[in-house]
């Protein structure tokens, strides 16, 4: 195959790969030892990963007319580039976490959904957690007030198990109606009552008769004319 189309096949992968990935790093590594790059494409390959050293002038044929077209200036010196499909942070912050034991490993630039980053950028993107770390802090976040309505649910049926029945009642209790509670008559509370509900009769008082009453009564009385007999 002449050398001419060979180029032409790389230049169209790499096409292909800026226009499916959601990011593109761009990294020197040509200080890195054969250990250390060995685990780099593994920890890279094993997350998803697509990483290749590829020469400058065909990932500037590749790049013209892209999104990644603003790349073209950091193009200097042997260029290792990362694409990450899945998502658009991953390969930046693998890559990331890779430097302290990599000194010799550096960003050049990168071109994250769009927006182009230099090397201080791309340090920044990866520090941004990862879609699958904000989703943990969320549940983390809605655990708590489940975990804590869980543990009273549980101190319930604990109790319950120690009372059988007891929660049972205590709701029947709640539910029942008031019962009347009927006092005992007793004599004097009936004489009150009775006392309280009968009118007063007016009594008449009868005054005992006396001679002299009876007398003076008498004596006011008019005396009877007597009527002559007739002859």
């Known amino acids: ?77 042997p260029t290792a580039v990362a694409f990450s499909y899945d998502e658009a942070t991953k390969a930046a912050s693998l890559i990331n976490k890779q430097l302290k034991d990599m000194p010799n490993l550096e960003f050049k630039a990168g071109v994250v959904e769009g927006v182009l980053y230099d090397a201080e950028g791309m340090i920044a993107i990866a520090d941004i957690p990862s879609r699958e770390v904000l989703l943990s802090r969320l549940l983390g976040s809605l655990k708590s007030p489940v975990s804590s309505f869980a543990r009273v649910l549980n101190a319930l049926a604990e109790e319950m198990d120690k009372n059988p029945g007891g929660g049972t009642e205590t709701a029947a209790a709640a539910e029942a109606p008031a019962e009347t509670v009927e006092v005992a008559e007793t004599p004097e509370a009936t004489e009150v009552a009775e006392t309280a509900e009968a009118p007063e009769a007016a009594e008449t008082v009868e005054v005992p008769e006396t001679p002299e009453a009876t007398g003076d009564a008498e004596s006011a009385a008019p005396e009877a004319a007597e009527t002559p007999e007739a002859e």
């Open 1 to 77: 195959m002449p050398n001419f189309e060979k180029k032409q096949e790389v230049i169209q992968e790499i096409r292909e790969k800026v226009t499916q990935s959601a990011s593109m790093v761009l990294v020197d590594a040509r200080g890195l030892t054969v250990l250390e790059d060995t685990k780099l494409r593994k920890v890279l390959r094993e997350a998803g990963v697509d990483y290749k050293v590829y020469k400058n002038t065909m990932i500037n044929f590749a790049i013209k007319d892209t999104d990644s077209e603003g790349l073209a200036p950091y193009l200097e010196g």
